[in-house]
């Protein structure tokens, strides 16, 4: 079974600061990994999508580390911003259930001005 | 190009009643997964359909059915409703060319209340 596991369940802090996320799963035969986020009362939005045989992949201000092998991944955003508050979510998809993802509980991120 | 659409946004059930929810993907998307979204359990999975047949299945009671159509439209249904169905309820598309999976993108929930 896998499990997913998100570090810490919320976090605030003022605006500009560099912020690291952390996710972490039991079964290392993840096929991807893929970070959220989630708005109040809405739907997901996807950051990144990792394949497994990736190291990390980046978009803007946001760069997503994956080490399949400790079962562990990260999520950094740097110079936060107000508008980066939100929930943050990390998702694993294995070989042998694809179209299926396990998510974590998610990081409640509020960055204030 | 259009995202993922949910209809109807908001739903407001009975107990017993039954309910049937509807997804449309991305365009050109096949697959399509539907999860169940509350305070106290998180995001947890349904199913998924690819190609009109169902994949995958999450533990969830057979009251949870769902079905995809040949324009790779979803619909899910529950049946009997409970007041602990009360929750947001996603549903998410992904292209898988050539079988392989990609990213899954989300349309904006249903939110069903039960009373």
């Known amino acids: 079974k896998q499990e997913v596991t998100q570090i810490p369940a919320a976090l605030s802090v003022p605006e500009g600061e560099n912020l690291v996320l952390n996710c972490s799963f039991t079964?290392?035969?993840?096929?991807?990994l893929q970070w959220f986020r989630q708005d109040p009362g809405k739907g997901l939005t996807s950051l990144l999508l990792?394949?497994?045989?990736?190291r990390e992949q980046t978009s803007g201000r946001l760069n997503a580390s994956l080490d399949k092998s400790s079962g562990r991944s990260t999520l950094y955003i740097a110079a936060s911003q107000p508008g980066d508050s939100a929930t943050y979510l990390c998702?694993?998809?294995?070989?042998?259930?694809?179209?299926?993802?396990?998510f974590g509980r998610g990081t409640q991120l509020t960055v204030w001005p | 190009k259009a995202g993922v659409t949910q209809t109807p946004r908001y739903l407001i059930k009975t107990r017993g009643q039954q309910v049937t929810l509807s997804c449309s993907p991305i365009?050109?998307?096949?697959?399509v997964s539907w999860y169940q979204q509350t305070p106290g359990q998180g995001l947890q999975f349904l199913f998924e359909?690819?190609?009109?047949?169902?994949?995958n299945k999450g533990n969830f009671p057979g009251r949870f059915s769902g079905r995809q159509f040949s324009n790779s439209r979803s619909e899910m249904n529950v049946s009997t409703l409970e007041l602990g169905d009360s929750a947001l309820y996603l549903c998410?598309?992904?292209?898988?060319?050539?079988?392989?999976?990609?990213?899954?993108?989300f349309g904006p929930g249903t939110r069903l209340t039960v009373l």
């Open positions: 998410a598309s992904q292209s898988r060319t050539g079988g392989k999976t990609d990213t899954q993108y």
């Open positions: 998702a694993v998809e294995r070989g042998s259930t694809l179209g299926r993802l396990y």
């Open positions: 079964d290392s035969a993840i096929y991807n």
């Open positions: 990792i394949q497994s045989s990736q």
């Open positions: 365009s050109g998307h096949r697959s």
């Open positions: 359909y690819f190609s009109e047949t169902q994949r």
